[in-house]
């Protein structure tokens, strides 16, 4: 996927996609992160390198952890209270690989992007 839309994400839509792809997914293990109350964040990204970077630790897991499929969302743009910013799922046979690989996407976004973010007002 490794996308950096501005529009929300279906989460549901990303399930049923990431299910009809393979009869072999046994589990998915999906990270939603959130706005905090009260924040409003903006997301400004290069999309070339921060896309390139996603599909680099998407295939890494999916490689490393022999998980069938590994998906990452990183929204741009301005964003409110409850806003989702970032949706990391990944789809495997076995639950623990599956959450592994999740765990490992999400440390390797913490890593860097080309993505920079403001806490507005």
Not at 28 to 33: D, Q
Not at 74 to 83: C, D, I, L, N, V
């Amino acid at each position: 996927m490794a996308e950096t839309p501005e529009r929300e994400f279906s989460i549901d839509e990303e399930i049923e996609k990431i299910k009809a792809s393979s009869n072999d997914i046994g589990a998915i293990a999906i990270l939603v992160s959130v706005v905090r109350g009260g924040s409003h964040l903006e997301f400004e990204c290069y999309d070339e390198m921060a896309q390139k970077r996603l599909r680099e630790i998407e295939a890494e897991a999916i490689r490393k952890f022999d998980v069938i499929d590994a998906r990452i969302t990183h929204r741009k743009g301005r964003m409110g209270s409850g806003e989702n910013i970032t949706f990391v799922m990944v789809a495997a046979r076995h639950r623990k690989s599956c959450l592994e690989a999740c765990e490992s996407c999400v440390a390797e976004l913490k890593k860097g992007l080309a993505i920079w973010k403001e806490e507005i007002g």
